[in-house]
């Protein structure tokens, strides 16, 4: 995705959430304590959950407004099989690069975003990087 475009921000991080209500915060956590020499956005989209997952969204983007920005959708769109990427395209129009990271998913390491980035700057023969993941399991209700 490079260019010699100017870029606003360096990182769009897409996050689609539905009923993450007992995960999303941890999301959340992970994209503010990233630790960067860019500027990056998180876009979460709530896609109508009926749990209190729009709330939490919420109440991250309004303490994190340069950082989190939040969609509610007010109809359930996965269920009717229609694309979301017009919500994020203002945001990807003005970043360089995208990342993602389901709402019921979560970062670790507060330097993911910068490492991505410098490996990305300095490898212009990949347009793609993704690092290790540990998947657990659980059953919930």
Not at 51 to 73: C, M, S
Request: aromatic share 14%; proline share 4%.
């Amino acid at each position: 995705m490079s260019s010699e475009k100017d870029y606003r921000i360096k990182v769009c991080i897409h996050c689609m959430t539905y009923n993450h209500e007992s995960y999303i915060e941890d999301a959340l956590n992970g994209f503010i304590m990233q630790q960067t020499d860019f500027p990056f956005v998180a876009v979460v989209i709530d896609d109508c959950s009926t749990d209190g997952t729009a709330d939490i969204i919420r109440k991250y983007a309004a303490k994190y407004p340069e950082i989190i920005k939040g969609i509610y959708l007010e109809e359930n769109y996965r269920s009717q099989g229609k694309p979301k990427r017009e919500f994020f395209a203002p945001y990807d129009k003005e970043a360089k690069y995208i990342a993602l990271c389901e709402g019921d998913d979560y970062w670790i390491d507060p330097l993911k975003l910068q490492k991505q980035v410098d490996f990305l700057e300095s490898h212009d023969e990949y347009s793609l990087c993704c690092s290790p993941s540990r998947v657990f399991n659980q059953r919930v209700g």
